[in-house]
Nanobody, 126 residues
Framework: VQLVESGGGLVQAGGSLRLSCAVS????????VGWFRQAPGKEREGVAY????????DYADSLKGRFTLSSDNTKNTVYLQMSNLKPEDTAVYYC????????????????????WGKGTLVTVSS
């Protein structure tokens, strides 16, 4: 199983960035795939996740409206479009996957991811 993130970098406040997570080694329909982030000195937090099996997409309340999750089923890739970025969005962003049938609530997403990528750094300058 592999989850490979890409698309991180340096962006100015107010700008946009799109992260990609290419997944392989498992059946995409059977898994929930999502994003977490960890800022320096802070705990990891959930950002968003999606389940292709039933079309569910959910976001952290604080990020709704600025972050959008989408997927390209032909490429087994999940995208995180981030807009109006703020310095506090600076973090390492990780892609993660867990069984879709066990990911019913936001807490299931936060606690139940089984596979992780290595992360991609997003830095937002003020």
């Amino acid at each position: 199983v592999q989850l490979v993130e890409s698309g991180g970098g340096l962006v100015q406040a107010g700008g946009s960035l799109r992260l990609s997570c290419a997944v392989s080694g498992f059946t995409f329909d059977e898994y929930a795939v999502g994003w977490f982030r960890q800022a320096p000195g802070k705990e990891r937090e959930g950002v968003a996740y999606t389940k292709r099996s039933d079309g569910t997409t959910d976001y952290a309340d604080s990020l709704k409206g600025r972050f959008t999750l989408s997927s390209d089923n032909t490429k087994n890739t999940v995208y995180l479009q981030m807009s109006n970025l703020k310095p506090e969005d600076t973090a390492v962003y990780y892609c993660a996957a867990g069984l879709a049938r066990l990911t019913i609530t936001w807490w299931d997403f936060l606690l139940g991811m089984k596979y992780w990528g290595k992360g991609t750094l997003v830095t937002v300058s003020s």
